[in-house]
Nanobody, 125 residues
């Protein structure tokens, strides 16, 4: 059973930065796509950013474009989400997700079979 473990969340003031990490139990190359999602209380889980693991092509949601970036370190089996200029509306539980189905790399929840337990990000104004 694949395992994904997130870390790096915390509480910051608006304008601050955080870097989230997601360590995989297996080589990242076994996944076709990896992504970060977030879910605020009372809201649906939304895709924030995703990466094709074989090409490192990335997609970032418009709501965070220019502030967040996703990257991977295959040697460390780790996925990152660098978050800068954080805003109170970025407050949410952030989840790492992965899937190994070729051709599937979307920003919807069902596109991923493997999920981490989440790490909380709280941004105060």
């Amino acid at each position: 059973q694949a395992q994904l473990v997130e870390s790096g969340g915390g509480s910051v003031q608006a304008g601050g930065s955080l870097r989230l990490s997601c360590v995989a139990s297996a080589s990242i190359s076994k996944y076709y796509c990896m992504a970060w999602f977030r879910q605020a209380p009372g809201k649906a889980r939304e895709g924030v950013a995703r990466i094709f693991t074989f090409s490192s092509n990335i997609y970032v949601a418009d709501s965070v474009k220019g502030r967040f970036t996703i990257s991977q370190d295959t040697a460390k089996k780790t996925l990152y989400l660098e978050m800068n200029n954080l805003k109170p509306e970025d407050t949410a539980m952030y989840y790492c997700a992965a899937d190994n189905r070729v051709g599937v790399c979307g920003n919807w929840r069902s596109a991923y079979n493997y999920w981490g337990q989440g790490t909380q990000v709280t941004v105060s104004s």
